[in-house]
């Protein structure tokens, strides 16, 4: 076992997971279900903006540079394995996973915006009464290598094999993705915002748009699909490989879903925290809706998509491209990748601004264009090979990020019951 992988299982793995979807369980519980009692309230919540908040950008604007760092290629072909390695039951626990994460994230939202000192989740990291700075600069360093890393060169990767399909060199891809990530690195979310707002309303129509015509093509089998959802996440027959079945379903779902919607991470605060907004609450509302869209629905319906088609032997990121092949012919392969090529860019220009906002940080504001330049060439690099290193690394950093996160969150856990009016239930 090499330094890097020990690093990344000693950081990202389950006890880390489990950790994640326990926050969320608390923060569920002690606000007695605040994103169900609250549906409407944040269901609503991207449609209303009063303006442009400190940072210069809108609520939607937000929301977009958030949903393009969590709208990645996990929302495509990750799902397909995900159900490869736990079968339709997978599918249930990553939805369930969601439905806490939901919390999470609103929580991280609500405690962003009381704690405007620093940006995005490092405010209420550095508030902390001990260890506060010690705690915001390794959630920073993680920050920083995570988006060079798993935000950024990894995407790039995807975003480059996504492209070959239409005939252009991967090297090509490098140097479109360089220079268009230069100049966001430099400019922060200001200049990523004009490219989002545009960018995740269009790639998301296209998506569903896609999907649900695979759905409707193969509509007699949806029914089907639904109940072997269900029932492969809890069965214990021997045929579908026992209790060994229900927890790979668990294991798979849990984990996937934890990755793709960024709970406990604590990044789409940076995004956020320089929005618009009349209370932090309706920032929780947003990240609730964040969740919502990004796991428990596109991520439902991808699976859905390919459960309708019952592939009988590919597995892994093959079967997305089966199902829309399938409905839409051999056209719908190109579809799905190029829907993978914008969703990699999105992730890659969003988590540019938030290893931006984390330098900027660590550095007392100099250095941007240093920044920059790493971000441009850790682009262009990650659309040349394969990157193992790259995904060991962003996914130990992604823990680097979540243990510290996690840990303010529960010492400022009384902050979001009082903002959710409900203090008295602070567990």
């Known amino acids: 076992m090499t330094a890097l992988t020990f690093l990344r299982n000693a950081l990202w793995g389950w006890p880390t997971l489990l950790l994640i979807l326990a926050a969320g369980v608390l923060f569920s519980v002690s ?55 736990g079968g339709p ?17 609103c929580a991280e939202n609500v405690l962003a915006a009381r704690h405007r000192g620093a940006p995005g989740p490092l405010g209420y990291l550095r508030d902390l009464p001990a260890g506060g700075r010690l705690l915001s600069g390794l959630y920073a360093v993680g920050c920083v290598l995570s988006s060079l890393a798993m935000g950024n060169a990894t995407q790039a990767n995807a975003c480059a094999a996504a492209l070959e399909e239409f ?76 209790a060994a079945g229900a927890l790979l379903a668990l294991e798979a779902g849990l984990s996937r879903g934890v990755f793709t919607n960024e709970a406990g991470l604590g990044s789409s605060a940076f995004a956020y925290a320089e929005a618009d907004a009349r209370s932090p609450v309706d920032l929780g509302c947003l990240g609730i809706f964040q969740v919502f869209l990004d796991t428990l629905v596109m991520c439902t319906v991808t699976g859905l998509c390919i459960l309708v088609c019952r592939s009988p032997v ?25 829907c993978t090529a ?11 601004c938030y290893g931006r906002a984390a330098f900027c940080f660590l550095t007392g504001g100099r250095g941007v264009p240093l920044y920059a330049l790493l971000a441009a060439l850790a682009a262009f690099g990650g659309s040349l090979a394969p990157l193992e290193a790259a995904f060991l690394l962003g996914d130990a950093m992604n823990g680097l990020m979540a243990l510290p996160n996690l840990l303010a969150l529960f010492l400022h856990r009384k902050e979001v019951a009082e903002d959710c009016n409900l203090g008295a239930c602070v567990l």
Do not use: C, D, H
């Open 31 to 85: 606000t007695r279900f605040f994103q169900v009692r609250q549906a409407p309230r944040w269901l609503k919540a991207p449609l209303t903006s009063p303006g442009k908040g400190e940072g210069g950008i809108s609520r939607f604007q937000a929301l977009t540079a958030a949903l393009a760092g969590s709208l990645g290629t996990g929302n495509i072909v990750g799902v397909a394995v995900a159900i490869t390695a």
């Open 89 to 105: 039951g997978a599918l249930f626990w990553m939805a369930f996973s969601a439905v806490f994460g939901m919390m999470t994230v």
């Open 167 to 242: 005939s252009l060199p991967p090297a090509v891809t490098g140097l479109l993705l360089a220079g268009l990530v230069f100049p966001v690195a430099l400019g922060g979310f200001r200049q990523g915002v004009r490219i989002t707002e545009k960018l995740v309303p269009a790639m998301t129509v296209l998506y569903f748009l896609l999907a649900f015509g695979v759905l409707w093509a193969f509509r007699e089998n949806l029914l089907p699909a639904l109940g072997q959802v269900f029932t492969g996440a809890f069965s214990l027959r021997a045929e579908a490989g026992g």
């Open 314 to 338: 590919l597995e892994g990121a093959p079967l997305t491209f089966f199902a829309f092949e399938s409905a839409w012919g051999p056209w719908g392969g190109k579809a799905v990748s190029l």
């Open 342 to 352: 914008l969703f990699a860019v999105a992730t890659l220009l969003s988590w540019s």
